[in-house]
């Protein structure tokens, strides 16, 4: 399946050329047809010589309805960039262009229209002008195509220009991560609600357990169509219909998301994306913090806020890295593209593509933390791998790698790669570098024998004590203080960790005042004090008292009385010596033995 898209000014005849390529009329509203102008977006195919079949979306080339331009855009392999004989390059022309290109469109055809409107002249010079306009992009060596919807000249070397593009482009690959991002929804009587896109990442068959973003409910698939026909499986690339059972039609709708459940489930509420932006060489903006703009991905269109990485505003004709906070639940993946604009007045200020799913805004302090981003801006599996190590020194290749645009296997094959260099690692189920660790375990144990100096009547340092001191996050150093378990190089012994066979000790000023609590336990024998009539708010004495019971000098045996061990010892004797006689026993019976 090739899905090739138009874009070009309003009434350059872009749905005239699909009318004539297919026989379909892609103006399915009643006013488009009143209007004779594309509102919304138009879909059709046919079928080529040798059975492929060529899906084709066709956008509106109005300003006012650029968003639904750029909705139709994104699914699309390549794009058939249509100019006007009559009209030549025009605005919209200009601004359809480089959505294309902010959208990672890389292949196309132009063609120049109405022919029969313009002497063979002039038509010479719109195109001498359009290979001006086009120079530098994408589109500087495509091919070029005029032709007449009126007469029909030129549409057999389309067709067979579009047909050899199809042959060129790589199929897009079934990542095994289904998004179907909504168009349009309706109800079908019998059928109930129906949704439909273009789908991306993946396949749905009938019968799959489905979900949608973002109102999180789940059903399944009824059954499935594709260009009028009903198909068992839809296909990456495929313009779907899905017929939906068990989710009722006020839950979804044009920009929700239809996906695998888990990935909807587990997709991270009030997230921040950062991303890469290129801003337009002729917008009018300088992209500055908290500047309020609509990102369009997918189908979804929502506002949001967005922070500079850098120290400098982002000026027109170039590029950088943003932090997007959507104001609404939005769905985007590591690769997606998208288009910014502002929400009011509407006009197109750049795009990009997300580089990752963050908690938060990060504070200007940690923006160095950050750096791994500028690894990413041209991404690939392998650079994703790289820089998510960058930034985690643990990667669980399917929680890190859930949400992008690489599937599992391409994942795993790098990663095999990595290790069969030794240049990664992997333990209890997660990678690591072998350098990163080596350093973070040395310095772990410092952290661990440091401590213990410091306190050498302590049998151990906390998780969270150790991240305090280390300065890292307790999640990062988990997998550290599993690994050094793993290796024998710390014990665990209930919720603290120690080095293998060390003893605690005591010392100075705080072995003297546990001798003498000691002492004072010794004394009292059967009728200690309590606890906080022990140690009063003297934090020393309860630092010894705390010591006793790790020395196995004293016994607590409520959160307010403890015994010295050997009048606890003796207590325990009295209580088998009395349970050998009796299968009762009393207080008064263990005081007369006391």
Same mark, same amino acid.
Do not use: W
């Given at each position: 399946m090739f899905i090739i898209g138009t874009a070009g000014h309003i009434d350059h005849g872009k749905s005239s050329i699909i009318r004539r390529l297919t026989g379909i009329d892609p103006d399915r509203l009643p006013e488009e047809k009143a209007r004779e102008m594309t509102i919304d977006l138009g879909f059709a195919w046919y079928d080529t010589s040798d059975g492929n079949r060529i899906g084709i979306v066709d956008v509106p080339g109005h300003e006012r309805f650029v968003r639904n331009m750029i909705a139709g855009a994104g699914g699309i392999d390549a794009v058939l960039m249509v100019v006007a004989a009559d009209d030549g390059w025009m605005p919209q022309s200009e601004e359809h262009l480089q959505i294309t290109r902010l959208l990672g469109i890389r292949h196309g055809i132009v063609v120049i229209t109405k022919i029969d409107l313009a002497e063979p002249g002039w038509v010479d010079l719109v195109e001498q002008d359009i290979a001006e306009k086009l120079a530098g992009t994408f589109l500087e060596n495509a091919p070029v195509v005029r032709l007449s919807s009126q007469t029909g000249e $030129?549409? +057999?070397?389309? #067709?067979?220009?579009?047909?050899? *593009?199809?042959?060129?482009?790589?199929? #897009?690959?079934?990542?095994?991560?289904?998004?179907?991002?909504? +168009?349009?929804?309706? /109800? /079908?009587? $019998?059928?109930? $609600?129906?949704?439909?896109?273009?789908?991306?990442? $993946?396949?749905?068959?009938?019968? +799959? &357990?489905?979900?949608?973003?973002?109102?999180? =409910?789940?059903?399944?698939?009824?059954? *499935?169509?594709?260009?009028?026909?009903?198909?068992?499986?839809?296909?990456?690339?495929?313009?779907?219909?899905?017929?939906?059972?068990?989710? &009722? =039609? &006020?839950?979804?709708?044009?920009?929700? /998301?239809?996906s695998r459940p888990d990935l909807v489930e587990m997709y991270p509420d009030n997230l921040v994306l950062a991303v890469s932006v290129s801003i337009l060489p002729e917008s009018s903006i300088v992209l500055e913090n908290r500047r309020r703009l609509l990102m369009i991905l997918g189908t979804t269109e929502i506002e949001g806020e967005a922070r500079l990485y850098g120290d400098s505003p982002i000026t027109p004709g170039s590029e950088g890295i943003i932090f997007f906070k959507p104001f609404d639940p939005l769905m985007a993946f590591i690769g997606d593209r998208f288009i910014l604009r502002l929400p009011t007045p509407q006009i197109t200020v750049g795009g990009g593509m997300v580089l990752d799913l963050l908690e938060r805004i990060p504070r200007r302090k940690d923006r160095r933390n950050y750096r791994y981003l500028n690894g990413r801006v041209n991404l690939t599996v392998e650079s994703l791998i790289a820089t998510e190590f960058e930034n985690n020194t643990f990667i669980d290749a399917r929680s890190n790698? #859930?949400?992008?645009?690489?599937?599992? +296997?391409?994942?795993?094959?790098?990663?095999?790669?990595?290790?069969?260099?030794? *240049?990664?690692d992997e333990s209890n189920g997660r990678w690591y570098r072998p350098g990163d660790i080596d350093n973070l375990m040395n310095s772990t144990i410092n952290a661990v024998e440091q401590y213990l100096q410091r306190f050498p009547h302590r049998d151990g340092v906390s998780i969270g004590g150790l991240a305090e001191l280390l300065k890292i996050r307790q999640a990062s150093l988990e997998p550290i203080i599993a690994l050094l378990l793993e290796k024998g190089k710390l014990v665990k012994k209930k919720n603290v960790y120690n080095l293998p066979g060390r003893e605690i000790s005591v010392s100075g000023e705080l072995k003297k005042t546990a001798e003498q609590v000691e002492e004072k336990l010794r004394n009292t024998a059967f009728t200690p004090p309590l606890i906080k009539e022990l140690t009063g708010t003297d934090a020393s004495v309860r630092e010894a008292l705390d010591y006793l019971i790790r020395a196995g000098k004293a016994v607590k045996i409520s959160p307010t009385l403890v015994y010295h061990v050997d009048s606890w010892k003796s207590i325990v004797s009295i209580i088998r010596e009395l349970l050998k006689d009796s299968e009762t026993l009393s207080v008064g019976a263990i005081r007369e033995k006391m």
């Open positions: $030129g549409f +057999d070397r389309l #067709r067979e220009e579009i047909e050899r *593009l199809g042959a060129a482009i790589v199929q #897009r690959e079934d990542i095994g991560k289904p998004r179907l991002f909504m +168009d349009r929804s309706f /109800v /079908v009587a $019998g059928m109930g $609600g129906v949704a439909t896109g273009t789908l991306r990442g $993946g396949s749905l068959a009938v019968g +799959d &357990d489905v979900a949608v973003y973002p109102s999180k =409910k789940k059903g399944k698939i009824r059954s *499935l169509q594709s260009h009028n026909q009903q198909v068992k499986i839809s296909y990456p690339a495929q313009r779907t219909a899905v017929s939906l059972t068990g989710i &009722d =039609k &006020d839950y979804f709708g044009r920009g929700s /998301v239809l790698f #859930r949400y992008c645009n690489y599937s599992e +296997d391409a994942i795993g094959r790098i990663m095999n790669s990595l290790k069969s260099q030794s *240049l990664i």
